[in-house]
């Protein structure tokens, strides 16, 4: 009797882990779905000042050109040429992404002029430049 009495309080005894890995899991699906939300374009880019600038929250592809005038897209430096291929690829990905144009103060108007017009052969529509606001 006793015997049988014992394995039933250790049985009592063992603590039941499920509502912490629920809560874990939970907390790594939110981690990572927060995560994939966060763009950058791979360069350190000093924005030039605008009195009149504007958010625009749902620009999530960005083109950014450094100041030693390289293009930076998902993290990789590319080549002007292939800024068509590129976002074709990423716009088939989120096809409602705006593309936002990330120019530093020190770059050249002639480069970001290239890409604008690159761009639009691409029919995707420029209205989109990156400044800090005063």
Do not use: C, H
Not at 94 to 122: C, F, W
Request: proline share 4%.
């Amino acid at each position: 009797m006793r015997r049988a009495s014992r394995s039933r309080q250790e049985e009592d005894a063992k603590i039941d882990i499920t509502p912490m890995l629920d809560v874990v899991f939970i907390m790594l699906i939110f981690f990572i779905v927060t995560a994939s939300f966060i763009k950058e374009s791979g360069a350190k880019v000093i924005k030039p000042e605008a009195v009149n600038a504007v958010k625009y929250p749902k620009a999530s592809i960005l083109l950014a050109i450094d100041e030693n005038n390289d293009i930076w897209l998902d993290r990789q430096q590319i080549d002007p040429r292939a800024i068509k291929a590129n976002l074709g690829r990423l716009r088939a990905e989120n096809p409602e992404g705006e593309v936002m144009v990330q120019a530093d103060i020190n770059s050249e108007a002639e480069t970001l002029l290239e890409v604008v017009d690159k761009l639009r052969d691409a029919n995707i529509p420029v209205t989109n430049i990156s400044t800090k606001s005063e």
